[in-house]
């Protein structure tokens, strides 16, 4: 789906502009294009973006793999920017990445993704809702679209923080396989959105600090605003992090207690019938001048067969050892 957004140099918004006008749009100095390229075919995406804006081929290279970690690249008239939106999976605890590419001039914004982005969705509904949304220039609609972003990692974390307190609560009464499972998923979740996080959060610092032609000074306020939101995730994963790990070793910890507890047991057990297995096998030894053919006898082992048992499981109380 290819969707368009044009404000002319008088203030007028224009929404689907045929493919035919965008290069006149372009030659607007004081307007404003904003090209959407949602899941379409990458011949297709590499035809516009190579045909219609001349981008370097390195660039669109780099647009049309999913594989880049979020990156800016400055391209003098132009900044390529590759960022990534997240989506969990409660059920599996898993966390995918969708990127989200953007390149930035002085009067254009195109951004391109393969998968549907809410992020993208949400300012486009908002730029057709406010007729001034797009008054501020190209910098500030890619700032709106970087900030959306951000914001929607937030809901994300405050699912993996209740996917972990549910954990921690299900420890002391699950100890299945299931439970260890979802432990190192929940682990390998928080750890993939630090990989999301932590490169974003260098690319907005350079958008905040470094000097681009196309990016307003006054403008770099609102992508250092984007910035201190990644910070404040980053902490917010290490806090994650560190209560998963937590979780894996009360799990452990609690394993290790069950599962000595067994072996108290056990242990207590094999010590109690020990005496008994002794006194059954040497008195049932069969040998004619063994003088234990009388009834005393008989009684004398059956007392110790029953007392021993008995004398042990109250000295074994005694101890604090059951």
Same mark, same amino acid.
């Given at each position: ?132 949304? !797009? ?43 299931? !439970? ?5 998923? !929940? ?19 350079? !958008? ?115």
């Amino acid at each position: 789906m290819i969707r368009t957004l044009y404000r002319n140099n008088k203030g007028v918004v224009t929404t689907d502009v045929p493919e035919k006008h965008w290069k006149v749009a372009l030659h607007d100095a004081e307007g404003l294009l904003w090209v959407d390229l949602a899941g379409e075919p990458s011949d297709r995406v590499k035809t516009i973006l190579s045909e219609i804006f001349h981008f370097h081929p390195l660039a669109i290279d780099d647009a049309l793999v999913e594989a880049n970690i979020p990156k800016v690249d400055d391209w003098g008239e132009y900044l390529y920017i590759a960022i990534q939106g997240i989506a969990f999976d409660a059920k599996a605890n898993n966390i995918d990445t969708h990127e989200i590419d953007a390149f930035l001039g002085k009067n254009f914004l195109v951004t391109h993704h393969k998968d549907p982005s809410a992020s993208a969705d949400q300012v486009w509904q908002y730029c057709q809702r406010n007729e001034h949304a !797009l008054d501020r220039g190209a910098d500030y609609l890619l700032y709106h679209i970087m900030d959306t972003i951000a914001a929607n990692y937030m809901p994300i974390v405050d699912q993996l923080d209740e996917a972990i307190d549910r954990l921690e609560d299900e420890i002391f009464g699950d100890h299945g396989r299931t !439970l260890l499972n979802n432990i190192f998923s !929940l682990k390998r979740a928080v750890l993939h959105l630090r990989r999301a996080i932590i490169p974003q959060r260098e690319v907005m610092n350079r !958008l905040a600090r470094d000097t681009y032609a196309v990016v307003d000074p006054g403008e770099r306020v609102y992508f250092r605003d984007v910035y201190d939101h990644y910070v404040r995730l980053a902490d917010v994963n290490d806090t994650l992090r560190d209560l998963v790990s937590g979780a894996l070793d009360t799990y452990l910890s609690v394993s290790a207690n069950r599962t000595n507890e067994v072996m108290k047991v056990l242990t207590i057990f094999t010590a109690l019938f020990m005496p008994i297995s002794f006194l059954s096998s040497f008195f049932g030894q069969n040998f004619e001048f063994l003088p234990f053919n009388n009834f005393g006898v008989f009684i004398g082992m059956l007392a110790l067969t029953i007392g021993t048992p008995i004398l042990l499981w109250l000295w074994f109380k005694r101890q604090g050892w059951i």
